[in-house]
């Protein structure tokens, strides 16, 4: 599958998140705020990226993230409304690279990039036995 036949520039989609305890710094490490922690907002941004690509993929075909450049710019507290974006900057045969951000109201809390590599389900479950 070439993505350029199905993926278009500019493709979006957002999340929003009410940050819980348990995406905290402070639940995995002893000690530190429990304010929203940076691997939870990137994953929020790789879901994004992933709910960008619904309905645009052929049947037999995911995407796996492959690339992460972000910083996270403020803090969150628990309760904070998060808004997660991402948009398609890039296509590249199997590779889609996005924008990405979060919000906090108002506040960009998060920006960078996110690739996303295309892989046939088929054979990477018979590559590496998972199912």
């Not at 520039?9 to 348990?22: N, Q």
């Not at 929020?44 to 796996?64: F, K, Q, R, S, Y």
């Not at 906090?104 to 920006?111: K, L, M, N, P, Q």
């Amino acid at each position: 599958m070439d993505a350029r036949n199905h993926i278009r520039i500019g493709i979006s989609a957002e999340r929003f998140l009410v940050v819980p305890p348990e995406r905290t710094v402070g639940h995995f490490l002893a000690g530190m705020p429990m304010v929203y922690a940076t691997p939870m907002m990137i994953l929020e941004m790789e879901m994004a990226a992933c709910d960008a690509l619904v309905g645009h993929l052929e049947p037999g075909w995911i995407t796996v993230g492959t690339e992460v450049d972000v910083r996270h710019l403020a803090a969150s507290p628990v309760g904070a409304t998060i808004r997660t974006t991402a948009r398609v900057i890039e296509v590249v045969r199997r590779v889609i690279r996005f924008e990405v951000e979060a919000f906090d109201g108002e506040r960009r809390i998060g920006a960078g990039r996110h690739g996303r590599g295309l892989v046939n389900t088929d054979q990477f479950q018979k590559r590496f036995g998972a199912g």
